[in-house]
């Protein structure tokens, strides 16, 4: 009995042991990911003023982040007004507050419901697009000839890319908010009647400073660290044609988590001034 029970224990022993050493690498990997991270953003902010300024770059990157991803942005925003004011609807009317829904549709559209769903778009066109390309760069060795060449690839390829994304996404945050409250008029006169000037007077009665700027500013974090996290996925990518889909896959999935961290600080922070 004696020897069953000290068998026991040690397997016990051994069972534990693996589990704490998977722990406690997950969390220094974490650590050394952030840390990799953050060197990573401090050399795009080193190099960001260097010469030459890659101008040409910069506006070719904003075309395909920008204009390219205004069909599906504006689709989207159409589609979320419409369903979100026919879903209110309802539940309004039986307070007899079919008059609020305007104005309950603009702020939940540009206080939140726009910035973040338009920039988890981005995350999954802009961010895993930016990593696949850049990691294939990376495996092929393109970034490595570049260098052998005399340019400078993180200038050439991050800093365009981080710049195109985070001016970008706050235009196309604007493009989908003004589509959404035009998704939400063409909800309201489904099954009534409203005048163009009528239902955006009531949406403009309801907007405060404080719902518009802020939302506006944060949208400006959401497009820097899509970029960046693209552009550090892809630059650092490895494993040959397998690091380019995890590369991609990796992106989208940190940009999007870091896009809800970032919107909760946000939220902290706008309400200590309400």
Partial sequence: MEKNSKRHEKRKNISVKPNENIFIKSLKDIFIEVALLTKFAGQFFKELFKPP??????????????????????ITGFIMGLVLTIQSRPTMAEFGAESWIPGMVAVSIIREIGP?????????????????????????????????????????????????????????????DVISLYGSYVGVNLTGKVSFPLFFAKVFESLDFIDVIPAFIKC?????????????????ASKGTEGVGQAANTAVVVASLLVFVIDMIAVQITSLFM
């Fill in 53 to 74: 300024s890659e101008f040409k770059e910069f506006l070719r990157q904003s075309y395909i982040t920008g204009f390219r991803s205004l069909a599906l942005v504006g």
């Fill in 220 to 236: 400006f974090f959401f497009g820097f660290i899509i970029g960046l996290i693209g552009c550090y996925k892809g630059y650092n």
């Fill in 116 to 176: 973040v769903i338009t920039a988890l778009i981005c995350a999954g066109k802009v961010g895993s697009g930016i990593g696949a390309e850049l990691g294939s760069m990376k495996v092929t060795e393109q970034i490595d000839a570049m260098e052998v060449s005399g340019t400078n690839p993180f200038k050439y390829l991050v800093v365009t890319r981080v710049m195109a994304t985070t001016l970008m996404i706050p235009v196309l945050v604007v493009f989908s």
